[in-house]
């Protein structure tokens, strides 16, 4: 017998590798995309109670919405029509579209840190817009005209009453108004 006939499988041994790697790889595929679905619906849960929290925060600071549109006689929607960038570029401190000059952040408190927008992850893109794992810009609704109800249009969410902000992500679906929404306020 020679040194190569030694190593030589036999096709019974080599099935037998195989099967046991189809096995592996069936058992940890599906392990690993539950969890990694499970990690973004994470991340984007974190992600809304930091908005919340930070235009509340900015309420506190300002006795305003972060938004160029308050006053305005309805409640504005950022993240379809109108860009979020313009509530994110306020919250973020960056002298931008809804934030010329720095003037509705004077004092220029970064209320909000998002990361750069990365593959399967939440982050704010080249534009300002912060975007959720599943690349669609979060929703977010202020009480920009201050009657202590933000008012949801275009959208299947009741108003919420005594509440200044509130935001969703559209889930992996990446459609709004389905049981793959991640709401805010739930
Ligand atoms: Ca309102």
Redesign the pocket.
């Known amino acids: 017998m020679t040194a190569k006939e030694k190593v030589r499988f036999s096709a019974a041994e080599k099935w037998l590798v195989a099967g046991f790697l189809f096995i592996v790889i069936g058992i940890s595929v599906p392990i690993w995309l539950a969890w990694n679905a499970a990690w973004r619906e994470s991340m984007a849960e974190q992600d809304l109670q930091r908005i919340v929290n930070a235009a509340e925060r900015f309420f506190v600071e300002y006795g305003y919405w972060p938004s160029p549109h308050m006053g305005t006689p ?2 504005v929607r950022y993240g379809r029509e109108i860009g979020n960038e313009l509530v994110f570029n306020i919250m973020r401190a960056i002298d931008g579209p809804g934030n010329e000059g720095h003037r509705l952040n004077p004092n220029r408190i970064q209320y909000i840190d998002p990361p750069r927008k990365r593959r399967g992850r939440s982050g704010v893109d080249a534009t300002g817009v912060y975007l959720d794992p599943w690349n669609t810009p979060y929703q977010v609704v202020l ?9 949801l249009t275009q959208t299947i969410y009741p108003n919420q009453a005594g509440v200044g902000v509130v935001s969703w992500s559209f889930g992996p679906d990446r459609q709004s108004d389905t049981s793959a929404d991640i709401l805010s306020w739930e």
């Open positions: 309805n409640d009480d920009t005209d201050m009657n202590d109800v933000t008012t």
